[in-house]
């Protein structure tokens, strides 16, 4: 095999490893290469995230709209604090809108879902949604100990 | 050019060499006869420096090989070629490259210099042919020729043969007597060869050492060691099966052995 | 008692001398970084192990990833959560199966090319004649084949992953009908860049390191016979593999245990 086939494979054997490379980064771990498009962030509070965690998406009406940024903890009411990072620019969302933790089929990813409002004024970058519109995770094993004491309670 | 002075190597608590002394003169071929066992390749290999004797030493031009620097013992190597017997030709590179080998690492030397000097060097052994050969393409006597090649590629002062006639057909043979003769002659090198087959190595060698069990048994220029009185010496060049060498291996008797019945 | 106590020792000096000698010869070779003319010996070293190495780790991967779809999803869509398949199947592979069964395999593969192809060399004298000729043959001999194998593996690996990623996915949904959005975005939700690649490709290149070595060592310290050869040929394989099981557990221990 001469010197010339040899850098030829070798080279085309480094291109590949850095195409799958780019490959895992881009489409497996869903990195965004796109960093220069707008996004804002709106915060709600949760009484429970359980299962959710960063990068989860946010969606709306069952369409990706955003990612989980961030998850706090407020200590004084504890609620869980959580930043969404919404593509696009501020004045997408009413300030009515809604919150609530699914999950994608019985067991699968934590995601949250955004219910549409019907105020007039919109959400403002580091907004938070309004108090009372969020409903926090459900947790499978909370549902069925209720569900155990009510039927043991019969 | 080499004087080496009580050399003793032990090896598992067997001497290999004991008390050894011998000149190799600058500018003649020397030779060293021995039986297989004896330390010859061990001896070449002290000489190169890649094993230390435990006592005695190993003078080049009145310096001490092993007592050499790192950078003055492979400057000394690069005054050196040495011709193994397994020739070593480097698998995986071709004829050329392998002669070229040395020169790549030792001169900064032009591509096309390079490539003039390695084949002359193939000229010389007369394989300019084989260039772009391969070396499991070769034959025994064409490796060990074109390893010759490699080993002079560098015009060192000092060419070390590690048993150069050993299992080639009488034509290599005849080429490489001859080649050896007057490399030698037209490097101006001192060589020392070191083999077990006599004739071979008497008709070119100048001064002739015999060893044996590890020191000098005899010593002297061809004739001389062909009429040499000493009866271990004679049993070593007529090759005779009996005699101050016994055949057999010290053993029990052969006779109480085949007696003894097995125990199960 | 005394004898086997002597034994013991005797042993034990044997074995520390050699991973002494093991030691000194790692750190001399790749302290010698390749430059000028000995590029193209590293090179020649890369095609060697690792572009010879692509072909059997692109079948393996396929098949591993391809099987491990299938189980994932048989088990899985009894709960109705095939979307946890393409999740299940990259974690598996980046964390654990893609390093370890590249190992495997170059250890396989290459390990034993190195390590016989060094033991012959000794075996026909070219490292002492080229030692003869003041070139040092962990230089020019061992030091490029330890370069290209610490290059090869992560590369390897990567290569690996996005192989059985695939076959995962004709399976799970070319063949079984998942969805395929499911399939991708359970994956991006899950995987992590640092946590689940990142450190996928240090395991790969921590076993390149070892593999690399015992290799390398065990050719460069072989019995120059051609016995020798074949006994070190072995080693190196049983080693490696041996010893790239026990560093997943540890390093899995470490980087994703909870302590």
């Known amino acids: ?154 | 050019m080499i004087e080496i002075k009580g050399l003793s190597f032990k090896r598992d608590s067997r001497f290999i060499f004991q008390n050894l002394e011998m000149t190799v003169a600058q500018g003649k071929i020397t030779a060293i006869l021995g039986p297989s066992g004896s330390g010859k390749t061990t001896l070449l290999r002290m000489i190169g420096g890649q094993l230390k004797p435990q006592y005695g030493f190993l003078k080049y031009k009145g310096k001490d090989i092993a007592s050499m620097s790192r950078s003055e013992l492979f400057g000394f190597r690069k005054n050196l070629g040495m011709l193994f017997q397994s020739s070593a030709l480097f698998t995986d590179l071709n004829v050329f490259e392998n002669v070229a080998f040395p020169l790549r690492r030792h001169t900064n030397l032009s591509r096309q210099a390079i490539r003039d000097l390695v084949l002359m060097k193939l000229n010389a052994v007369g394989l300019r042919g084989a260039a772009s050969l391969e070396p499991s393409q070769l034959s025994g006597g064409m490796a060990r020729r074109v390893a010759l090649a490699r080993a002079i590629a560098l015009d060192p002062h000092l060419l070390l043969y590690d048993e150069p006639f050993t299992g080639q057909d009488p034509i290599s043979m005849g080429i490489l007597i001859s080649l050896i003769k007057s490399l030698s002659g037209t490097l101006n090198a001192t060589s020392l060869i070191v083999s077990h087959d006599v004739m071979e190595t008497l008709t070119i060698a100048d001064y002739v050492y015999v060893i044996f069990d590890g020191s000098v048994i005899g010593e002297g220029t061809p004739r001389e060691i062909l009429d040499s009185s000493s009866p271990k010496v004679q049993q070593f060049i007529n090759g005779t099966r009996n005699g101050p060498v016994p055949f057999h291996l010290d053993a029990e008797d052969l006779e109480k052995q085949l007696m003894v019945v097995e125990k199960n | 008692m005394i004898a086997l106590l002597d034994r013991l020792g005797v042993w034990a000096l044997n074995y520390l001398s050699r991973l002494g000698r093991a030691t000194s010869m790692w750190f001399t070779s790749v302290a010698h970084i390749p430059h000028g003319q000995d590029m193209h010996l590293v090179l020649n070293q890369l095609h060697h192990v690792g572009v010879r190495s692509v072909l059997i780790i692109v079948l393996s991967a396929f098949s591993i990833g391809a099987v491990i779809a299938l189980q994932f999803h048989t088990q899985l869509s009894r709960f109705g959560a095939e979307d946890a398949v393409g999740l299940g199947l990259t974690l598996t592979l980046l964390r654990e199966l893609g390093p370890v069964v590249t190992g495997l395999l170059f250890a396989g593969r290459a390990g034993s090319a190195i390590t016989a192809e060094i033991g012959l060399m000794k075996t026909t004298e070219q490292l002492s004649s080229m030692e003869m000729m003041g070139v040092d043959p962990l230089y020019r001999i061992v030091a490029p084949r330890l370069w290209a194998g610490i290059i090869s593996m992560p590369l390897l690996t990567i290569i690996f992953n996005v192989v059985g990623i695939f076959g995962g996915f004709i399976v799970a949904v070319q063949w079984l009908g998942s969805d395929p959005g499911g399939f991708w975005s359970g994956m991006q939700a899950g995987v992590e860049l640092w946590n689940d690649i990142g450190k996928g490709l240090l395991k790969s290149l921590l076993f390149a390191l070892v593999i690399t070595w015992i290799a390398v060592f065990q050719g460069y310290d072989t019995e120059p016979t051609a016995e020798g050869v074949g006994l070190a040929t072995t080693r190196t394989v049983v080693l490696s593999s041996v010893v790239v099981l026990a560093m997943d557990f540890f390093l899995t221990l470490i980087m994703y245990g909870d302590f």
């Open chain 1, 1 to 154: 095999m001469g010197t010339r086939a040899i850098e030829i494979s070798v080279g085309a054997f480094v291109l590949s490893a850095i195409l799958a490379l780019a490959f895992l980064v881009i489409k497996v771990s869903g990195i965004s290469l796109d960093t220069s498009s707008q996004v804002h962030t709106v915060i709600a509070r949760f009484d429970d995230v359980s299962g959710l965690r960063e990068r989860s998406k946010v969606t709306m009406a069952g369409v990706t709209i955003g990612r989980v940024a961030d998850l706090e903890i407020d200590l004084e009411y504890g609620q869980a604090i959580v930043y969404m990072e919404i593509d696009g620019p501020p004045g997408s969302l009413t300030i009515d809108t809604g919150a609530q933790i699914l999950t994608e089929g019985v067991l699968g990813a934590r995601y949250i879902s955004l219910l549409p409002g019907a105020d007039i004024d919109f959400l403002q970058d580091g907004d938070f949604l309004m108090e009372g519109n969020t409903q926090g995770a459900f947790v499978l094993e909370n549902l069925i100990g209720d569900l155990v004491t009510r039927l043991g309670g019969e």
